[in-house]
């Protein structure tokens, strides 16, 4: 059995991003809850990292959610679902975040391309001007029609 997952801290991706770019490598970063892991989820993140060469996930904290999407969520715990999409191929590294917003970890990791569902107005885009600031650019990803873990608990609600 393998040594438990352990997310980076925010401290250890910025490091890990700055030896990447240093071997010439693009980092792209894209942050979010992802609760109840799903295919939509997966085609995001694979999208994502087709962007560059290396993905950093920044994952809300179980704090970050409940205040952004009320007190029933998440379903799964932040370092579980840190671990989930650790053991993804298309995933490098992985960190939790507890600002409303991932701001602070976007300056402090500086990424080449930072990647957001298409969901996000341009303009609503956070860590949108300090990614542009040093070149980078900022990848609105198509959402996967039908699939959210809100539907999904919904789904489960419906048939209890």
Same mark, same amino acid.
């Given at each position: 059995m393998s040594a438990p997952f352990e997310p980076l801290s925010i401290d250890a991706c910025a490091?890990?991003?700055a030896r990447w770019r240093r071997e010439g490598r693009r980092?792209?970063?894209?942050?979010?809850?992802?609760?109840?892991?799903?295919?939509?989820?997966?085609?995001y993140l694979q999208a994502? /990292?087709?962007e560059g060469d290396v993905l950093i996930v920044a994952v809300n904290s179980d704090r970050s959610v409940r205040a952004n999407k009320g007190d029933d969520r998440p379903v799964t715990p932040e370092r579980e679902r840190a671990e989930i999409l650790g053991a993804l191929a298309c995933v490098d590294a992985v960190t939790i975040f507890d600002d409303p917003t991932p701001a602070a970890v976007i300056e402090a990791i500086q990424p080449d391309v930072l990647v957001k569902g298409a969901d996000w107005?341009?303009?609503r885009?956070?860590? /949108?001007?300090?990614?542009e600031r040093r070149g980078g650019r900022v990848v609105r990803v198509p959402v996967e029609a039908g699939w959210s873990t809100?539907?999904?608990?919904?789904?489960?609600r419906r048939r209890s």
């Open positions: 490091e890990l991003a980092v792209v970063f894209t942050n979010g809850v992802f609760d109840l892991l799903h295919p939509g989820h997966v085609r994502a /990292r087709a107005a341009a303009d885009i956070v860590g /949108r001007d300090t990614v809100t539907a999904i608990l919904e789904k489960i």
